[in-house]
């Protein structure tokens, strides 16, 4: 007997490359795809007006395309009595996030227990992300340039499948009822609560529809500047393009691999010929990057329990964080970015950095995950992983960023869009300030304040934080827990941070015999390969930092077991390894090797004596060097998520 | 959601309910007689080094084992150090070190303390919160004391008075301290002189960056006093010809590290002695190996006075826009750079500056660029000038632009080609 099949969309709001509804619809009696509005969403009732408009508009537009093959979409609110349905078989897309997981477990448990045949396939994503996770030793990349080498040893992904058609279907029907409008139509914002009075029109339409038009006119603006390298942002870049595709490819209204395939074709047919690098499928990389990272770790969206996430001590600051998300904080730029994000769903990807950063590292020293709960609400392509692991990257959370460069408040916007039109789009109140002032309007003189109708300080709210200070602190504060984290010593501020952000987290080297010891070290080891003739500089053995203290000389008891310095434990080479642990476990920073205190600082002294006598250059260098080309590997190791991290869907 | 239970389960208790936790776990052991004999007439020198391999909360549940072990967690060798975190729940995501502890530590442990640290969250309660510990530790001997700021400084919204009577306590009962670090605290000159008369033997390090109520009188009677010196932090309004003439004086011993942050709040408010070359020099010849770290964040018409005469700089961090042509004068005036870090920089690339420092930087191992501009075949022009001496070369990806000579792909192999390893931009996400 030809099976009863239910679709079920959750992303994946499409016809075109969707395997799982195909398979529904393949040799089927029937076909019903349904979408449920609860119970999945209940607890996404924080989702902002503009995140349901797009999802109600893309369900539109999925009915819309399924009428065309005399077919509709069930849309299912409550608990419907589908016994009636005959169901015997239940096809959906392949969810690689934590949650999702466990709950398809769940879902394909009961529906094999009542005789229901499940078909999942893998189509939001490029790959399947457990092969790139295989590939990788069973570990997810952590770094993306590790995560590129991956990809590029790997096929490329599966070729898009065909829309569903009416040919495919064939035989295959879909029994409507006539109440089903009623029953099961796509409701409107009014009926979801939404109050709608005043609602400006969608920036960003929803749908499949939209999202296929915009492709086409993506890449016909690529091929028509026939460049394909990632664009330089000007005044333009950040307004909404009719050409962003980023939310359609959140929803899945538009296929990653269709993009995928279409701008490899684009490219041969430009280029003629030469094969595509990867940077041409960046916005896809990161993407798949982000996915890869989260799909085995439920903490990926918290600061705590996070294997891989570093603690630091952010405050908690109610006040200060609704000032940046209710655009009040009184720097035009970082208010004008939230504006535009509440009213549109949308802000350029550096726009996100400006405001990522202002939030977190740069000046409030909020949380995070703060952030991201704001984001959540607002961005329209804001995946749960894609999101979580861009606000920790940009927070310099994980992922071995450098933490030097704050963006500037003031001076980033300024460097974008010199005229400020930005600003004035989105904050009118400041529209009669000159670019000048545009993006400081405090400093602006009382006289072209009252010219420009906007007094600071009355209109327009002074700035929050005086941007020098905060970040003369809050770099400090990072170079702390950097250091601490490393157990790097030196002064240097860029080698504070492990494996130096190019990203092979000390797995990739040149050549074997040239392994750059790409930790914390370094800096302090090629001083001394480098502490020529005069040597009138050197970090010496890393045991230049002004947070370490003397008191080398007297320790009594076999094991000398004192606190040097302000920082824990201070032995380089058991540090790193355990790199993500001493920030998961420190609340009684009491040394973890104590025993080695004495000895450490011992053998320093002995070094820097050593080296005054101007022999131990090179000896000591190469220690060093093996010493962090372990730890690297060490720490790549300990970083990654626990075997018991991994999901236990 | 059973993964990371068990660190979870370390963090809660560790601090929420630091004994009853640890009481939880008492068991009574169900090892045959003989073995649990064995076991408790382990020598404490054993003990002890087990312990001291032990984290915190190991050893309180270890200590309700038996006799022995609950003596050995009492031995003063394991309370030499502690690091008190003082947070409170409406201000921070750590949790504090518990209350019991902290009254045990005082009432036990108080006179074994010598490498005490303060970790604060921006709540001025636990700023006072750590003034109260430090004002009852009377009978201790202090090595070690940081008072470290985690979020927004918070000692400085304490009362100035009752901060330094806090902290005087600890000069005057410690007469052997050695470190000092109180970046952001209202320390003042009288403290200080009450630090010099009790610890002027044994000061090694001071670090004090952003304390608005010390004069340059006041660190210049620190550096005329305590010869033992080694490393200083402070910021620049401090910084004078008198207070480098000390340190370099014969008395005192060679200079380690010198941090000095420049720091303007509001533009043209401020304005910034110079410091005379005769008195770098005389530093430079006291002690030849000595660092000196300087975070600049000022605004970019503020840096007149500076880099008009050498300056033995070995750490440079701009930590705002700076011009070509201050950039240019580092090039010129630098000479001991060991590592430069620019945040931002105007919209003109920085080709000859960089060139320039190459040339002239015969120390430089370590750069860092964010919003700033070169051109790629000046970057790799500066990569090829310093070679594999740049062991930290960060470089945002925005920050190279494209000419005629080589395209971002490009860049990364002629770049690693010179370094002698694998290189790559530092990227964002495209999201």
Redesign the interface.
Known sequence: MAPNSIHWFRKGLRLHDNPALREAVRGAATVRCVYFLDPWFAGSSNLGVNRWRFLLQCLEDLDASLRKLNSRLFVIRGHPNTNEWKISRLTFEYDSEPFGKERDAAIKKLATEAGVEVIVKISHTLYDLDRIIELNGGQPPLT??RFQTLISRMDPPELPVEPLSEAFMGTCITPVSDDHGDKYGVPSLEELGFDTEGLPSAVWPGGETEALTRIERHLERKAWVANF??P??NANSLLASPTGL?PYLRFGCLSCRLFYFKLTDLYRKVKKNSSP?L?LY??LL??E??YTAATNN??FDK???N?ICV?I?????PEALAKWAEAKTGFPWIDAIMTQLRQEGWIH??A??AVACFLTRGDL?I?WEEGMKVFEELLL?ADWS?NA??WM??SCSSFF??F?????PV??GR?TDPNGDFIRRYLPVLRGFPAKYIYDPW?APDSVQAAAKCIVGIHYPRPMV?H??A???N???MK?IYQQLSRYRG?????SVPS?????GGM???SPG???PATTT??S???H??G?AG?????GNGS????????REDHP???G??????H?ASDPGKGMARLYQAC??H?????????RLGHNAGKRERESERETAGDTETHSSHKVQRHSSEVSLKCHRHSQ??P???S?V | MKRGRRGDEGNSSSSSGFLEAASKKTRPLEEPEDSTSTWSLLPQEILLLVFQHLPLLDRAYASQVCRSWNQAFHMPELWRCFEFELNQPASSYLKATHPDLIKQIIKRHSNHLQYVSFKVDSSTESAEAACDILSQLVNCSLKTLGLISTARPSFMELPKSHFISALTVVFVNSKSLSSLKIDDTPVDDPSLKVLVANNSDTLKLLKMSSCPHVSPAGILCVADQCHGLRELALNYHLLSDELLLALSSEKHVHLEHLRIDVVSENPGQTQFHTIKKSSWDAMVRHSPKFNLVMYFFLYEDEFDPFFRDEIPVTHLYFGRSVSKEVLGRVGLMCPRLVELVVCANGLRPLDEELIRIAERCQQLSAIGLGECEVSCSAFVQFVKMCGRRLSQLSIMEEVLIPDHQYTPDEIHWEVSKHLGRVWFPDMMPTW
């Not at chain 1, 040597?535 to 970090?539: D, E, P």
């Open positions: 993306y340039k390298e990632r330089r942002m980023s690098p940077s960046g916005q990161w993407r990057f982000f439920p903490r600061m705590e329990g294997p603690r001590p952010w405050d908690r600051n990807h550096l996100r950095h020293w949380s392509d894609v692991g861009s990257w940009l960023q450098q030097f460069h704050c963006y500037c001076g980033f460097r400093n005086n020098a200070e970040s003369r602190l770099i400090e504060r702390q002064l240097g501020l860029l080698a130096n952000g190019n990203g092979n990739m080297a040149y040239e392994q750059q370094s800096a080891s090629a001083s390969g480098t020529t040597g009138s500089v050197t970090n230049g930092s002004i947070l370490l203290n003397f008191d008891g076999p094991s077991m004192q606190q040097h310095g302000y824990t998961s476990s609340e009684f920073a009491v040394p973890q090797h104590p025993g998520p626990t018991e991290g991994q236990s």
